[in-house]
């Protein structure tokens, strides 16, 4: 492999990427700025060219900006956006090598070792470069090093070229700030004098490592190749879209299906090699008018088998309209999970997957949330004993025992006309006159003090199970702190 | 007992005060169950009561919000036939087409269908039709469910009759009480 001598690295610095890409989307003339808001005050996150000229800078109150330059035109900054168009530009000079790093918010860099001559040598690529950056409108400054620190310093300050093997003689005229070192740090070497590169690689490194640590001395050996420092590209996202063009427009719902299965069997072998399975799929269905129709199936449980999903979309299929015909359908799987293969059974599907093929059936017509299953919950108030919790979002969970028998059909306490601690011997409910035969009780239940919970206002109370001559056995309770009695349920 | 377990394939009807307890006992018997129910109604089976019966990490509740939607997702429900029974809580008559169209699902998902109705509210589609009521009863322990009233008052393919029986909280069984006690 290369050592470090022998590695070359170019670093792309875009000093004004987010209002430059806001003015491709939407030119203006003029003084521009972006403004983002911190602390509460509108600040200046980046000008255009115009507006630099006329003495704006980053990080100014954006009303005292408008004082200066009254015809400033603004936008709000979009940093998450910018972030993407960074990745974008990313993704795009891979063109050049393979080895593209994102550096900060603002910059690329890159490993060209070994591939500047597929360029026509690294002189051609830079002009290459710089003449697509322009012609995209993006204001570039590029460095050009042996290692990433010297290809970052000569970016940042004054472009330039540093040839093989030295490092030291292209960047000892730059300032130390070039090192890439906090405003702190660079400040005080400034005070001490050492204003260039240059002065600080002369400087004795003893007592420098002891006044500003460790790192100004890393930074520095980073810069001049005596300390490796990698570039790490990212990796792709996996991308998990499949389309099929349709020579001429399909509309049955038969021939719509067939064409999705084919996407499902390209799909899935994705899936199938990231070892994830979909859990949100959209196909979209584009008409020969331009209009596109779109079918979502939100899965119960991530699947990577063409032959389950494909039944699951009928539906969704079934009422899309054709309108003239369909010539393109695309299938993206919105949202996957990770789903590690698994030794096969002997037997087909498994009860778990029959169930989730039957929670997402049902979850496409009244909404995943609405097919629930029953979770065990810690508390010992009755109502609240048991959680009701999205199946699909789920495991099943094994139930704790539940020693005491509970009624069958509970609803909000229902109150009686009764006194006394003890259950009444006649009382009326719901317009039945009922006769106490024998009750069995009580049962004090404790309020969660640390739940504010309105249902349990009258403190505690004490749970009677009652049996009546006319057979009902209810379920109720006589609050102590607020005399009263209330039915709450019936056994079975 | 003739006529329960419920027949396959087909849709019955449980009204009365306890009907729920029916349903809970078929659920027993089936293992799985698919329970479908509108969202916005205050008296609900408790899940702690239903835990009597089955493991309460097996039911399935669908949660809708008319009888419309209810209908569809137990048609669904029993043409899918992954689940053997169908508990369905109606709050409205079922006409004859909607009846008509559950017994089809039924049939082609091999599975059960039980409609909890009010009293008076059955469709004439239905296979059986069963009240559910409660009898006092001093001599039983306390731990055991109450003595109910099972009428069958309707029923496409054989007698009507009506048995006295309780649910065994031990042995997790339907026990038929002789009506010789009486």
Same mark, same amino acid.
């Given at each position: 492999m290369f050592d470090g001598a022998n590695r070359r690295v170019v670093s792309l610095w875009f000093p004004r990427l987010a209002s430059d890409r806001a003015l491709r989307v939407r030119p203006v003339d003029g003084p521009f700025a972006l403004t983002l808001k911190q602390d509460n005050t509108n600040r200046i996150h980046c000008l255009n060219a115009v507006a630099e000229r006329q003495g704006l800078y980053r990080g100014m109150v954006f009303s005292d900006a408008r004082a200066f330059c009254p015809d400033l035109q603004s936008k709000p900054a979009q940093p998450e956006v910018d972030r993407r168009f960074l990745g974008s530009l990313r993704r795009w000079a891979v063109r050049y090598c393979p080895w593209v790093g994102i550096e900060g918010e603002d910059g690329l860099v890159m490993d060209i070792t070994g591939s500047a001559h597929l360029a026509g040598g690294e002189a051609a690529m830079l002009c290459d470069l710089r003449q697509r950056l322009g012609r995209i409108g993006l204001t570039v400054q590029i460095g050009l090093g042996d290692t990433r620190g010297a290809a970052w310093?000569?970016?940042?300050?004054?472009?330039?070229?540093?040839?093989?093997?030295?490092? %030291?003689?292209?960047?000892?005229? %730059?300032?130390?700030?070039? %090192?890439? $070192?906090?405003?702190?740090?660079?400040?005080? %070497?400034?005070?001490?004098?050492?204003?260039?590169?240059?002065?600080?690689?002369?400087?004795?490194?003893a007592p420098l490592a002891r006044r500003f640590g460790p790192e100004l001395l890393m930074r520095l050996d980073q810069a001049l190749g005596t300390q490796p420092e990698q570039i790490s590209p990212q990796a792709e996202p996996p991308h998990y879209a499949v389309r099929m063009s349709l020579p001429e427009p399909i509309g049955l719902e038969a021939d719509v299906m067939a064409g999705t299965e084919r996407l499902l069997i390209r799909l899935c072998d994705k899936l199938k090699q990231q070892q994830t399975g979909a859990r949100v799929l959209c196909l979209t269905l584009r008409r020969i008018d331009s209009q596109a129709q779109h079918v979502e199936l939100r899965l119960a449980r991530p699947l990577r088998d063409p032959a389950r999903i494909l039944p699951l979309f009928a539906r969704g299929i079934g009422e899309a309209d054709a309108g003239f015909g369909i010539d393109q359908l695309r299938l993206e799987a919105t949202q996957v999970e990770v789903l590690p293969s698994e030794q096969m059974g002997p037997a087909g599907p498994d009860r778990q997957d029959r169930l989730a093929d039957l929670i997402t059936r049902i979850g496409a017509r009244i909404g995943l949330e609405n097919v629930q299953r029953f979770l065990p919950a810690d508390s010992h108030i009755p109502e609240r004993s048991v959680i009701i919790a999205p199946a699909?979002?789920?495991?099943?969970e094994p139930f704790p025992a539940n020693p005491r028998?509970?009624?069958l059909i509970m609803f909000p306490p229902e109150a009686i006309p009764a006194t006394g601690p003890r259950p009444p011997q006649h009382f009326r409910w719901r317009r039945m006159r009922l006769t106490t035969m024998r009750a069995t009780g009580p049962e004090r239940i404790m309020p969660e003090w640390w739940l504010d919970d309105d249902n349990w206002r009258s403190g505690m109370r004490d749970y009677w199970r009652v049996e009546t001559t006319e057979g009902r056995r209810l379920w109720m309770f006589y609050t102590p702190q607020n005399p009263g009695w209330f039915v709450q349920g019936v056994f079975p | 007992m003739t006529s329960f377990p419920l027949?396959?394939?087909?849709?019955?009807?449980?009204?009365?005060?306890?009907?729920?307890? $029916?349903a809970a006992v078929m659920a027993a018997q089936a293992g799985d169950v698919l329970w479908l129910r509108e969202d916005w109604q205050q008296q609900a089976i408790s899940p702690s009561g239903l835990a009597g019966y089955i493991?309460?990490?097996?039911?399935?509740?669908?949660q809708t919000t008319d009888q419309t939607e209810t209908l569809a997702v137990a048609e669904d429900g029993l043409r899918d036939g992954n689940v053997p029974l169908v508990v369905m809580e109606l709050t409205a008559p079922l006409g004859l087409t909607a009846g008509r169209r559950l017994q089809l699902a039924a049939k082609a998902g091999n599975s059960i269908g039980l409609c909890l109705i009010r009293d008076g509210m059955g469709s004439p589609a239905a296979e059986t039709r069963w009240h559910c009521g409660a009898l006092p009863d001093p001599d039983s322990a306390p731990e055991d469910s109450t003595l109910q009233r099972w009428a069958l008052i309707k029923n496409k393919s054989g007698t009507l009759g009506v048995w006295h029986v309780r649910w065994s909280q031990s042995a997790r069984r339907l026990i038929v009480v002789s009506k010789a006690r009486e």
């Amino acid at each position: 492999m290369f050592d470090g001598a022998n590695r070359r690295v170019v670093s792309l610095w875009f000093p004004r990427l987010a209002s430059d890409r806001a003015l491709r989307v939407r030119p203006v003339d003029g003084p521009f700025a972006l403004t983002l808001k911190q602390d509460n005050t509108n600040r200046i996150h980046c000008l255009n060219a115009v507006a630099e000229r006329q003495g704006l800078y980053r990080g100014m109150v954006f009303s005292d900006a408008r004082a200066f330059c009254p015809d400033l035109q603004s936008k709000p900054a979009q940093p998450e956006v910018d972030r993407r168009f960074l990745g974008s530009l990313r993704r795009w000079a891979v063109r050049y090598c393979p080895w593209v790093g994102i550096e900060g918010e603002d910059g690329l860099v890159m490993d060209i070792t070994g591939s500047a001559h597929l360029a026509g040598g690294e002189a051609a690529m830079l002009c290459d470069l710089r003449q697509r950056l322009g012609r995209i409108g993006l204001t570039v400054q590029i460095g050009l090093g042996d290692t990433r620190g010297a290809a970052w310093a000569l970016a940042h300050h004054g472009e330039g070229v540093a040839p093989p093997g030295e490092a %030291l003689a292209a960047l000892g005229p %730059l300032p130390v700030a070039g %090192l890439r $070192l906090e405003p702190v740090i660079a400040a005080a %070497l400034q005070r001490l004098g050492l204003r260039t590169i240059a002065h600080l690689a002369k400087a004795p490194r003893a007592p420098l490592a002891r006044r500003f640590g460790p790192e100004l001395l890393m930074r520095l050996d980073q810069a001049l190749g005596t300390q490796p420092e990698q570039i790490s590209p990212q990796a792709e996202p996996p991308h998990y879209a499949v389309r099929m063009s349709l020579p001429e427009p399909i509309g049955l719902e038969a021939d719509v299906m067939a064409g999705t299965e084919r996407l499902l069997i390209r799909l899935c072998d994705k899936l199938k090699q990231q070892q994830t399975g979909a859990r949100v799929l959209c196909l979209t269905l584009r008409r020969i008018d331009s209009q596109a129709q779109h079918v979502e199936l939100r899965l119960a449980r991530p699947l990577r088998d063409p032959a389950r999903i494909l039944p699951l979309f009928a539906r969704g299929i079934g009422e899309a309209d054709a309108g003239f015909g369909i010539d393109q359908l695309r299938l993206e799987a919105t949202q996957v999970e990770v789903l590690p293969s698994e030794q096969m059974g002997p037997a087909g599907p498994d009860r778990q997957d029959r169930l989730a093929d039957l929670i997402t059936r049902i979850g496409a017509r009244i909404g995943l949330e609405n097919v629930q299953r029953f979770l065990p919950a810690d508390s010992h108030i009755p109502e609240r004993s048991v959680i009701i919790a999205p199946a699909a979002y789920s495991k099943p969970e094994p139930f704790p025992a539940n020693p005491r028998p509970r009624p069958l059909i509970m609803f909000p306490p229902e109150a009686i006309p009764a006194t006394g601690p003890r259950p009444p011997q006649h009382f009326r409910w719901r317009r039945m006159r009922l006769t106490t035969m024998r009750a069995t009780g009580p049962e004090r239940i404790m309020p969660e003090w640390w739940l504010d919970d309105d249902n349990w206002r009258s403190g505690m109370r004490d749970y009677w199970r009652v049996e009546t001559t006319e057979g009902r056995r209810l379920w109720m309770f006589y609050t102590p702190q607020n005399p009263g009695w209330f039915v709450q349920g019936v056994f079975p | 007992m003739t006529s329960f377990p419920l027949q396959t394939a087909r849709v019955h009807e449980a009204c009365g005060p306890l009907s729920g307890s $029916l349903a809970a006992v078929m659920a027993a018997q089936a293992g799985d169950v698919l329970w479908l129910r509108e969202d916005w109604q205050q008296q609900a089976i408790s899940p702690s009561g239903l835990a009597g019966y089955i493991d309460l990490s097996q039911p399935l509740v669908a949660q809708t919000t008319d009888q419309t939607e209810t209908l569809a997702v137990a048609e669904d429900g029993l043409r899918d036939g992954n689940v053997p029974l169908v508990v369905m809580e109606l709050t409205a008559p079922l006409g004859l087409t909607a009846g008509r169209r559950l017994q089809l699902a039924a049939k082609a998902g091999n599975s059960i269908g039980l409609c909890l109705i009010r009293d008076g509210m059955g469709s004439p589609a239905a296979e059986t039709r069963w009240h559910c009521g409660a009898l006092p009863d001093p001599d039983s322990a306390p731990e055991d469910s109450t003595l109910q009233r099972w009428a069958l008052i309707k029923n496409k393919s054989g007698t009507l009759g009506v048995w006295h029986v309780r649910w065994s909280q031990s042995a997790r069984r339907l026990i038929v009480v002789s009506k010789a006690r009486e």
